[in-house]
């Protein structure tokens, strides 16, 4: 039955035009942005899990500076810590050669507390940013490591680096050379020092280490979780382009077909003739 005040096939063709032009708008969409869910209308659960997943990784961009500050306030004291293990072992050579009886022990006392100055020159200049590691006034230092997630809960794990507090641990004033009998009983002295700077150093070493190993893991989880809210979010470039060029033939047939249901009313008028 045809008439002239219902048209059904334009009605089909309507709603077969409004829903490719949905679809094309959605398929610019995607290459427009670049991403299959943009805004949460998209995917309600795939959108609030990326966010989630974002606000983790700005998270982790917090830790990893949070590290390379740790990293740098380590290896400045480290590099301290070391030269100061060096200084004591040019002390004991010094303090070696005082306990002989034939030498300048004036000399050699004003070799030794050049060194000693040195040492403590170095103490006071090891810190960064203001943290010292070697020193009584700059105590342990704690740095951000990671964040743990255990649902909706987030606690930040932190790594402890504990000072080595040379200037009241290596007590240097125990050490005289003035003769060689002080010489040789500050022989036990000193090489008790060097075993103090020795320990330290390697303290220092290993927080170093354990620091620099945390950051290249928070480096590689911040990679992984980018990864995962690519898969999760961004458009499949191919598909959406191929799916475009599709959605344009077929807007071009909805076109024609509307077009074509729109003229059948008008087709009635022959029966009229």
């Known amino acids: 039955m045809s008439s002239i005040l219902t048209n059904t096939s334009a009605m089909v063709a309507l709603q077969t035009l409004k829903g490719v032009n949905a679809s094309l708008a959605k ?6 942005t670049g991403k299959s869910v943009a805004t949460a209308k998209d995917n309600a659960a795939v959108w609030a899990i990326s966010k989630v997943m974002e606000s983790d990784v700005s998270g982790f961009k917090a830790v990893s500076e ?22 004591l072992t040019q002390m004991k050579e010094k303090v070696i050669a005082a306990t002989g009886e034939n030498v300048d022990h004036t000399k050699i006392d004003a070799e030794v507390a050049e060194l000693k100055n040195q040492i403590t020159s170095i ?16 105590g342990d230092i704690t740095v951000l490591s990671s964040l743990d997630r255990d649902g909706t809960t987030v606690t930040a794990a932190n790594i402890t680096v504990a000072s080595v507090d040379f200037e009241a641990n290596l007590d240097l004033t125990d050490v005289d050379v003035t003769s060689a009998s002080a010489a040789d009983t500050s022989l036990a002295a000193i090489e008790a020092h060097i075993q103090t700077a020795v320990e330290g150093a390697a303290a220092l070493g290993a ?21 995962g ?36 009313p008008q087709n009635i008028l022959s029966l009229f003739r």
């Open 27 to 32: 398929a610019q969409d995607e290459i427009s």
């Open 66 to 87: 949070s590290l390379s500050l740790g990293e740098s306030t380590v290896a400045v004291a480290s590099a301290g810590a070391e030269q100061i293990t060096k200084l």
């Open 123 to 138: 103490i006071s200049a090891s810190q960064f940013n203001g943290a010292n590691l070697l020193n009584s006034a700059g």
């Open 207 to 227: 927080s170093a280490k354990r620091i620099s190993y945390q950051s290249e893991f928070v480096g590689k989880v911040m990679d992984a979780m980018k990864a």
């Open 229 to 264: 809210i690519g898969t999760l979010v961004d458009a499949d470039m191919e598909e959406a382009s191929a799916r475009l060029q599709a959605l344009q033939t077929q807007q071009q047939l909805g076109i024609q077909s509307l077009s074509i249901a729109n003229q059948a």
